[in-house]
């Protein structure tokens, strides 16, 4: 399947799972209800920095929009349940049990912002490599 048409298709989705209009995610980035309808509907992806905006105005990363169905397994998927408190995996345990042993909340928010800003750089990754493979358009 062509990238631009599983764009097409991925937005809808997102419209739909966040039971938002097309209007509503037009000003949530600035443009107008036509050009959402555009993107759904047609072979055309929006500009470079609007496409920049959508994962604040989706929650979606914008990776997602460009996967192919196969591609994204349930648990890859942004908006599948999140795991329960307890651990699903060895890896998982031990994580919450060395994360549990740190001394101060302060230690334990350093790391969480440690994992967060490893999770941004491989969604900045995953834009460039799209980028560079002409699956979106460059940023400006």
């Known amino acids: 399947m062509d990238k631009e048409m599983n764009f097409g298709k991925r937005l809808l989705k997102a419209i739909n799972d966040l039971g938002m209009s097309q209007s509503e995610l037009a000003r949530r980035l600035g443009v107008k209800a036509q050009s959402v309808n555009g993107w759904c509907n047609s072979d055309i992806l929006p500009r470079s920095e609007i496409l920049n905006r959508l994962p604040a105005a989706t929650g979606y990363p914008l990776s997602w929009f460009f996967m192919e169905d196969n591609e994204l397994k349930e648990d890859h998927d942004p908006w599948a349940p999140k795991p329960s408190v307890k651990p699903a995996s060895e890896l998982q ?48």
């Open 93 to 140: 345990s031990k994580l919450l049990e060395v994360f549990e042993e740190l001394p101060t909340d302060d230690e334990k928010e350093k790391i969480i912002r440690m994992i967060e800003f490893r999770l941004k750089e491989l969604d900045d990754f995953a834009t460039s490599y799209l980028q560079k493979r002409n699956l979106i358009p460059p940023t400006k």
